[in-house]
């Protein structure tokens, strides 16, 4: 993050299109971090054991500002959204498992480029993956899935900006007049 912060300081294309510092940083040390393997330089090790916690830590506390009374703010708008993305989920699920069928994968494997992790992003990869890698035989599925929930992020961070951006410029959004 903190290169990432330093870098969008030094580039204004980063700034323009409000690329996320983490998003740069993170490409950045991926980058890095292959380089160094491939050439055999450096085998670069993380150590998960505190993973497990901070991620239950971090996903059991993502709805607490969730409200009723908030959703009823929302209205109809918010029942179209949550009908739109259902409909949006269930169509990445299709077209993960017919492709992974048309090539001739286990159909299990298209789970691991739809919702998995581009709804359910890391953490859901990282408890579905193993589990189908284990329960149901299929290799590689947990690091398809992450490595799906990797490039989910970063394009989501790379195309997310610049479109909120051009909302923002577009409709003359500012903190104080933006609807909660």
Known sequence: YALGSFVKKK????????IPASVIGGVLFAILTLALNLTGTVTVVTD??????????????????ASFKLLKKGGIQVLLFL?????????????????ASLLGLDPLMG?????????????????????????????????????????????????????????????NLTPENIAV
């Open 48 to 65: 998960t054991t505190l993973q497990n916690i901070f991620m239950t830590l971090f996903f059991t506390s993502v709805g607490y500002t």
């Open 111 to 171: 789970l691991c480029v739809g919702s998995v992790p581009l709804v359910g992003g890391h953490g859901t990869s990282g408890a579905f993956g193993p589990m189908l890698e284990q329960e149901f035989g299929v290799a590689g599925a947990a690091t398809v899935s992450i490595s799906v929930a990797t490039f989910g992020l970063i394009i989501g961070g790379i195309i997310g900006g610049p479109v909120a951006k051009r909302r923002i410029h577009k409709h």
């Open 83 to 99: 009908l739109v993305a259902t409909g949006l989920i269930v169509m990445q699920n299709i077209a993960g498992v017919s492709l």
């Open 11 to 18: 580039i204004q294309f980063f700034n323009k299109y409000c």
